[in-house]
């Protein structure tokens, strides 16, 4: 039997950043369609911002192993909506995942196949179970960024797809200086 090795690391809580990891960046153009107000995305997609950033420790695919990465999502929002990760269900739906707030302000949108929705605020030291079947995206409601772990089985994956199509059906959009989880007027069934 060849065993694998054991890997320790330390996240830098202030930066997010796992060493040696395999850094992903996501810019706002990565983001074409996601947000509610296009005139604010267009404007805002001259400075194409980074929005989010990822560091991944990741096995290959296998029953049984985990993954484990950092975000860091930057502050801001296009219109009135937060800056938010794209979102996603995973590939093998059933595959649940634990994130653990690190630093910064924010919440996970949550939602099942049919459309049912739940927020869950974020801050250092909050723990999400997200159940199998859910699909989740993370979102900044604070002025820094928010940065958070996330442990997930090797073999989950990513479905992008029916996220991208149809969005979540609540918004995260900023009222009167507050976070407010609104209707998605342009969600359909
Ligand atoms: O949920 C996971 C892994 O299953 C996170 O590591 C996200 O992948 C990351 O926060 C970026 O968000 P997405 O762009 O993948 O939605
Ligand atoms: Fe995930």
Redesign the pocket.
């Known amino acids: 039997m060849e065993y694998k090795n054991p890997i320790g690391v330390n996240i830098n809580l202030e930066t997010g950043v796992i060493p040696g990891a395999k850094k992903l960046v996501?810019r706002l153009s990565d983001l074409k369609g996601y947000f509610q107000d296009e005139e604010a995305y267009s404007e805002l997609l001259k400075d194409d911002p980074v929005v989010?950033e990822?560091y991944?420790v990741e096995q290959e695919e296998s029953e049984g192993d985990l993954?484990f990465?950092t975000?860091v999502?930057y502050p801001g929002k296009v219109g009135r909506e937060f800056f938010f990760?794209?979102?996603?269900f995973?590939a093998k739906p059933d595959r649940a995942?634990i994130?653990y707030g690190i630093k910064g302000k924010g919440g996970m949108l949550l939602q099942t196949p049919e459309g049912k929705a739940e927020w869950i605020e974020m801050g250092p030291g909050t723990v999400v179970y997200?159940p199998p079947y859910w699909a989740?995206?993370?979102v900044n409601t604070g002025n820094e960024p928010f940065i958070?772990l996330?442990i997930?089985p090797a073999d989950?994956g990513?479905d992008?797809g029916s996220i991208k199509e149809k969005g979540f059906s609540k918004l995260v959009i900023e009222e009167n200086g507050e976070a407010k989880v609104v209707d998605n007027p342009r969600w359909k069934e």
């Open positions: 996501r989010y990822v991944a993954n990465a975000t999502l990760t794209k979102g996603h995973h995942e994130y997200v989740h995206r993370t958070f996330a997930y989950a990513h992008y």
